[in-house]
């Protein structure tokens, strides 16, 4: 692996760019920091132990410490006894009881998927290999709550306070992406079949029949029902085009539609002048292979300003620097299959840490937080209807608070009808949650632009 050690210097920097992202209003937070006994306005203990000097992909186990009733691990943490932050009236400076910096710089980073060699048949850093799970805090943003100490440190000491990031130009206090991935539009008949026994009803699998038996558009041929159940929530979608359908030798299938029928150009149109956003959805395996990705970002005009991978496809060590290469503004694959929540504990967008060159890549990774198959899937959680917003509400609920960003990917074949687990009444019912909690819709694109602007 092409990584030297990582400098105090480079980490202090590294977070204090995310926070004064997280915090716009904030003043500068790397010239407010210093060692203990060094007099600085906030005071920070260096914890790190030579780990960002080696390779291994796990530090020493977190503390729990209780902050503002959140029960939160502290990496970096070899002393819990000492309290987590104590407030200097007279000097009106704090000193911090843990070392933030580091605990965040190893989350925010990735530095345990870049250092592990586990991957699963996918060549993707599995969920069971991360300190999420391992440590049970997969659906916490703990580099936020990490941040949030800071902050209260920065507000003792200036006596102003701050608050969280807002968004859009109403100001909400999160934003919510939704997404979609066009993987298939010419399949549903068997399963609009299976649901119309289901339901005892002939006249519907008659009708089915000779719809198919005319060559009518299949049930997921559906990007404009897609388009217009995002728009009942007056969201715009972000719709992620697979533009290979050859399917990867030895490996999974890619798009079952072909991008060159002449019916895709108005098909598009159609979308934007709804205010969708247009976006690539890289194929199987050009998360390793730069001019793959790149000749399917050509073919889209205009210029795709982001990307998300099928299968959510990522390499550590390779996919940063070609995502980088390729000139896109923003990626959205970075969530666990496996689990919805925060794979960088992190619910806002960030610069992904570059460990070639140790400083952070020029392209926003806008975390994804949940995809619709990770909800009920053989592999992954197997949640009856009934118990998907109950499960979700906690995270949605830091995220909230956090000022954060929450993406969903939900793919148009969910929305056939037919899906009563993972279908359409489900997205409806999360959106309208959202919406229900204050939280405003934008593009991918939007969000990169308005974490770009300031
Ligand atoms: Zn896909």
């Given at each position: 692996m092409?990584?030297?050690?990582?400098?105090a210097a480079a980490?202090?920097?590294?977070?204090?760019r995310?926070?004064?992202?997280?915090?716009?209003?904030?003043?500068?937070?790397a010239?407010?920091?210093?060692?203990?006994?060094s007099?600085?306005?906030?005071?920070?203990?260096?914890?790190?132990?030579g780990?960002f000097?080696?390779a291994?992909?796990?530090?020493?186990?977190?503390?729990?410490?209780?902050?503002?009733?959140?029960?939160?691990?502290?990496?970096f943490?070899?002393?819990?006894e000492?309290p987590?932050l104590?407030?200097?009236?007279?000097?009106?400076?704090?000193a911090?009881?843990?070392?933030?910096i580091?605990?965040a710089?190893?989350?925010?980073?990735g530095?345990?998927?870049?250092?592990?060699?586990?991957r699963?048949?996918?060549?993707r850093f599995p969920?069971?290999?991360s300190v999420?799970q391992q440590?049970?805090?997969?659906?916490v943003?703990?580099?936020?709550?990490?941040?949030e100490?800071?902050?209260?440190?920065l507000?003792h000491?200036?006596g102003?306070?701050?608050?969280?990031?807002?968004?859009?130009?109403?100001a909400?206090?999160?934003?919510?992406?939704?997404?979609?991935d066009?993987?298939?539009?010419?399949?549903g008949?068997?399963?609009?079949?299976?649901h119309?026994?289901?339901?005892?009803?002939?006249g519907?699998?008659?009708?089915?029949?000779?719809r198919?038996?005319l060559?009518?558009p299949?049930?997921?041929?559906?990007?404009a029902?897609?388009?217009a159940?995002?728009?009942?929530?007056?969201?715009p979608?972000t719709?992620?085009?697979?533009?290979n359908?050859r399917?990867?030798p030895?490996g999974?299938a890619?798009a079952?539609?072909?991008?060159?029928?002449?019916?895709?150009p108005?098909?598009?149109?159609?979308?934007?002048r709804?205010?969708?956003e247009?976006?690539?959805?890289?194929?199987?395996?050009?998360?390793?292979?730069a001019?793959?990705?790149?000749?399917e970002?050509?073919r889209l005009?205009?210029?795709?300003t982001?990307?998300?991978?099928?299968y959510?496809?990522?390499?550590p060590r390779?996919?940063?620097?070609i995502?980088?290469a390729?000139?896109f503004?923003?990626d959205?694959?970075?969530?666990?299959?496996?689990?919805?929540?925060?794979?960088?504990?992190?619910?806002?967008?960030?610069f992904?840490w570059?460990?070639a060159?140790?400083q952070?890549?020029?392209?926003?990774?806008i975390?994804l937080?949940?995809?619709d198959?990770?909800l009920?899937h053989?592999?992954?959680?197997?949640?009856?209807?009934a118990e998907?917003?109950?499960a979700?509400?906690p995270?949605?609920?830091?995220?909230?608070h956090?000022?954060g960003v929450?993406?969903?990917?939900?793919?148009?074949?969910?929305f056939?009808p037919?899906?009563?687990?993972?279908?359409p009444?489900q997205f409806?019912?999360?959106?309208?949650l959202?919406q229900?909690?204050?939280g405003a819709?934008?593009?991918?694109d939007d969000?990169?632009?308005?974490?770009?602007?300031h």
């Amino acid at each position: 692996m092409a990584a030297g050690p990582v400098p105090a210097a480079a980490r202090r920097a590294y977070v204090a760019r995310h926070f004064a992202l997280a915090y716009p209003t904030a003043p500068p937070l790397a010239g407010l920091l210093g060692l203990p006994g060094s007099g600085a306005a906030v005071e920070v203990p260096d914890y790190s132990d030579g780990f960002f000097g080696q390779a291994r992909p796990y530090p020493p186990p977190p503390h729990w410490r209780s902050w503002q009733q959140q029960h939160l691990p502290f990496f970096f943490d070899p002393q819990p006894e000492t309290p987590l932050l104590v407030l200097n009236a007279d000097t009106k400076t704090v000193a911090l009881g843990v070392d933030v910096i580091s605990a965040a710089f190893y989350l925010l980073s990735g530095w345990q998927e870049y250092f592990s060699d586990a991957r699963d048949p996918h060549g993707r850093f599995p969920y069971a290999a991360s300190v999420q799970q391992q440590f049970g805090f997969a659906t916490v943003p703990v580099v936020n709550y990490y941040f949030e100490v800071l902050k209260t440190a920065l507000e003792h000491h200036s006596g102003q306070p701050l608050a969280p990031r807002r968004w859009g130009p109403a100001a909400a206090p999160f934003a919510a992406c939704l997404t979609h991935d066009i993987d298939n539009l010419h399949g549903g008949w068997g399963t609009a079949a299976r649901h119309a026994l289901r339901q005892r009803q002939p006249g519907r699998l008659l009708a089915l029949a000779a719809r198919k038996a005319l060559g009518r558009p299949a049930p997921w041929h559906n990007l404009a029902a897609v388009q217009a159940a995002t728009a009942r929530h007056g969201a715009p979608g972000t719709f992620f085009l697979l533009l290979n359908h050859r399917p990867t030798p030895g490996g999974p299938a890619n798009a079952d539609y072909d991008f060159a029928h002449p019916a895709w150009p108005a098909r598009l149109a159609a979308l934007r002048r709804h205010g969708a956003e247009i976006a690539l959805h890289g194929s199987y395996g050009t998360a390793r292979h730069a001019p793959a990705l790149a000749a399917e970002a050509a073919r889209l005009h205009p210029a795709p300003t982001g990307q998300r991978f099928h299968y959510l496809g990522w390499e550590p060590r390779a996919t940063p620097a070609i995502v980088e290469a390729t000139g896109f503004a923003y990626d959205a694959t970075l969530g666990f299959a496996e689990h919805f929540g925060f794979r960088h504990s992190y619910c806002l967008p960030f610069f992904p840490w570059n460990f070639a060159q140790a400083q952070a890549h020029s392209f926003l990774e806008i975390p994804l937080n949940l995809m619709d198959a990770t909800l009920h899937h053989p592999r992954y959680l197997q949640l009856a209807a009934a118990e998907i917003l109950p499960a979700l509400t906690p995270m949605l609920a830091h995220i909230a608070h956090c000022g954060g960003v929450f993406t969903l990917l939900w793919h148009n074949e969910n929305f056939d009808p037919a899906n009563e687990v993972n279908g359409p009444r489900q997205f409806h019912e999360i959106a309208a949650l959202l919406q229900k909690m204050g939280g405003a819709f934008f593009t991918c694109d939007d969000i990169a632009r308005q974490l770009n602007s300031h």
